[in-house]
């Protein structure tokens, strides 16, 4: 499988690459020991993570993959299906093609509605799943993100939605929303560069975006009901966003469950708090 | 251009048909003005839509999104290679409006200044490239 991979150019700058079905997915491979698969969610990539995974890579692998969720800067295939059902099977690509049968799964916000299908459909390749502030239940996404599907469906609806974030001011002020502390603007100009610049990646932007369904984390919720690895969560309680009620929901209905709330906070709670949140998992891994 | 260029009284009617097809809100109707490969390019937020079949999905979206869009000629003028067009769009809302956390509510209107500048060969539009000022758009909207 190690055929596959590669490290090559400027716009995976150092990191290695992997070819699977659906495209080239970009990642950083940290440190050495059990493996750590960490899932951003929308028009973010693995920088959310970095600060989390750097701290653990004394004593685990951590796979920091840029999933192709808008902020990627290698467009998938054209007939690649990025839709919610679609980024399940992307993960599952990106383990296969590492070799990688069970894996400790980290999510946070979209990622982690992502992170919580991926469990429901297959289990077997989930050793623990660790849920940050994330898409749950009846908010995949939360308001006023639910908003957005709709336009995204329509076609040029990527268009209109796209359109706010031309405004410097506007965009970081969004950002702003998911993070009790300061977000880097560089960062965040980053982050929405590849969308704004290349209409292929708008593209695949817009097939998760088109799909994000409640029907999806519903289902999925129920699925989990037989996961008998634990499940833990790791939660900002101050996010407007994600609240903890949807999290304790989801708790009480996995065997093996634990809540720990994180302060200080918000929807990003890897980029707010990484070494609380580096902390935590690894305690969770340790617990079982 | 030469070659291709439309007599005055063709490109007239075709100015006549393809205002009366927008004005009846008819995405067939209006795509079937463009040329099977043409383009059509809404600056500066959006990609190039290539194709009349793709033409139509857009035009079709702008629909459903602004069901009542209406236009207002401010000026036009048609010369060999098409016709360059000044005016005011006005529309409104029919879903609500997510920009970051803002939203704006379905029923809401803006009215904006635009231009369209359309290249035609052969009867039929092989580019439209339309300016509008959706930041004013925004702003109308208390979205920025």
């Given at each position: 499988?190690?055929?596959?991979?590669?490290?090559?150019a400027?716009a995976t700058?150092?990191?290695a690459?992997v070819?699977?079905a659906?495209?080239?997915?970009?990642?950083?491979?940290?440190?050495?020991?059990?493996?750590?698969v960490f899932?951003?969610?929308?028009?973010?990539?693995?920088?959310?993570?970095?600060?989390?995974a750097?701290?653990?890579?004394?004593?685990?692998?951590?796979?920091?993959?840029d999933?192709p969720?808008?902020?990627?800067?290698?467009?998938?295939?054209?007939?690649?299906?990025?839709?919610?059902?679609?980024?399940?099977e992307?993960?599952?690509a990106?383990l296969?093609?590492?070799?990688?049968?069970r894996?400790?799964v980290?999510?946070n916000?979209?990622?982690g509605?992502?992170?919580?299908?991926?469990?429901?459909?297959?289990?077997?390749?989930?050793?623990?799943?660790?849920?940050?502030?994330?898409d749950?239940f009846e908010?995949f996404p939360?308001?006023?993100f639910?908003?957005?599907p709709?336009?995204?469906?329509?076609?040029?609806?990527?268009?209109l939605?796209?359109?706010?974030?031309?405004?410097?001011?506007l965009?970081?002020?969004?950002y702003?929303?998911l993070?009790?502390?300061e977000?880097?603007?560089?960062l965040?100009?980053?982050?929405?560069?590849?969308?704004a610049t290349?209409?292929?990646?708008k593209?695949?932007?817009?097939?998760?975006t088109?799909g994000?369904?409640?029907?999806h984390t519903?289902?999925?919720?129920?699925?989990m009901?037989?996961?008998?690895?634990p499940?833990?969560?790791?939660?900002?309680?101050?996010?407007?966003?994600f609240?903890?009620a949807?999290?304790?929901?989801?708790?009480?209905?996995?065997?093996?469950?634990?809540?720990?709330t994180?302060?200080?906070?918000?929807?990003?709670v890897?980029?707010?708090q990484?070494?609380?949140?580096?902390?935590l998992?690894?305690?969770?891994?340790?617990?079982? | 251009m030469?070659a291709?260029?439309?007599p005055?009284?063709?490109?007239e009617?075709l100015i006549?048909?393809y205002?009366?097809?927008?004005?009846?809100?008819?995405?067939?109707?209006?795509a079937?003005y463009?040329?099977?490969d043409?383009?059509?390019?809404?600056?500066?937020?959006?990609?190039?839509?290539?194709?009349?079949a793709?033409?139509?999905d857009?035009?079709?979206?702008?629909?459903?999104?602004?069901?009542?869009?209406?236009?207002?000629e401010?000026?036009?003028v048609?010369?060999e290679?098409?016709?360059?067009v000044?005016?005011?769009?006005?529309?409104?809302?029919?879903?609500?409006?997510?920009?970051?956390?803002?939203?704006?509510?379905?029923?809401?209107?803006?009215?904006i200044d635009a231009?369209?500048?359309?290249?035609?060969?052969?009867?039929?539009?092989?580019?439209?490239?339309?300016?509008?000022d959706w930041q004013?758009?925004?702003s109308?909207?208390?979205?920025?």
């Amino acid at each position: 499988m190690s055929a596959a991979v590669t490290t090559s150019a400027a716009a995976t700058e150092g990191r290695a690459t992997v070819e699977i079905a659906q495209g080239r997915v970009a990642y950083r491979d940290l440190g050495a020991g059990e493996p750590i698969v960490f899932v951003h969610g929308l028009l973010v990539d693995g920088r959310l993570w970095v600060g989390v995974a750097e701290r653990l890579a004394s004593d685990y692998r951590c796979l920091v993959v840029d999933w192709p969720m808008g902020s990627h800067k290698i467009a998938m295939n054209a007939e690649a299906d990025l839709s919610p059902p679609g980024m399940v099977e992307v993960i599952v690509a990106f383990l296969d093609a590492l070799g990688l049968d069970r894996v400790t799964v980290v999510g946070n916000d979209s990622g982690g509605a992502i992170s919580q299908m991926l469990t429901a459909a297959h289990p077997d390749r989930v050793e623990r799943l660790i849920l940050t502030n994330c898409d749950m239940f009846e908010h995949f996404p939360p308001f006023p993100f639910s908003l957005m599907p709709p336009i995204a469906r329509i076609p040029g609806g990527m268009n209109l939605l796209a359109a706010p974030f031309r405004i410097g001011a506007l965009r970081r002020a969004t950002y702003s929303l998911l993070v009790a502390h300061e977000i880097a603007p560089e960062l965040v100009d980053d982050w929405l560069t590849p969308m704004a610049t290349d209409s292929a990646v708008k593209c695949d932007a817009r097939k998760l975006t088109a799909g994000m369904n409640k029907h999806h984390t519903l289902a999925a919720a129920q699925g989990m009901r037989t996961f008998e690895r634990p499940l833990r969560l790791a939660w900002a309680s101050e996010d407007r966003f994600f609240r903890l009620a949807d999290a304790e929901r989801l708790a009480a209905m996995v065997a093996d469950s634990r809540i720990e709330t994180i302060a200080d906070a918000k929807t990003f709670v890897p980029l707010d708090q990484p070494a609380r949140v580096a902390e935590l998992i690894a305690e969770f891994i340790a617990d079982r | 251009m030469n070659a291709t260029a439309a007599p005055a009284s063709t490109i007239e009617t075709l100015i006549a048909n393809y205002v009366a097809a927008w004005e009846a809100r008819d995405p067939d109707q209006i795509a079937s003005y463009h040329a099977e490969d043409g383009i059509f390019h809404l600056h500066s937020d959006a990609e190039v839509v290539v194709g009349r079949a793709a033409i139509r999905d857009t035009f079709a979206g702008l629909f459903t999104i602004f069901p009542n869009l209406a236009f207002i000629e401010q000026e036009l003028v048609s010369a060999e290679y098409g016709w360059t067009v000044r005016w005011a769009m006005s529309a409104t809302l029919a879903l609500p409006y997510p920009a970051g956390s803002k939203v704006a509510e379905a029923g809401s209107r803006f009215e904006i200044d635009a231009i369209d500048l359309i290249t035609v060969a052969d009867g039929e539009l092989t580019a439209k490239h339309t300016y509008l000022d959706w930041q004013s758009a925004l702003s109308q909207l208390g979205l920025s």
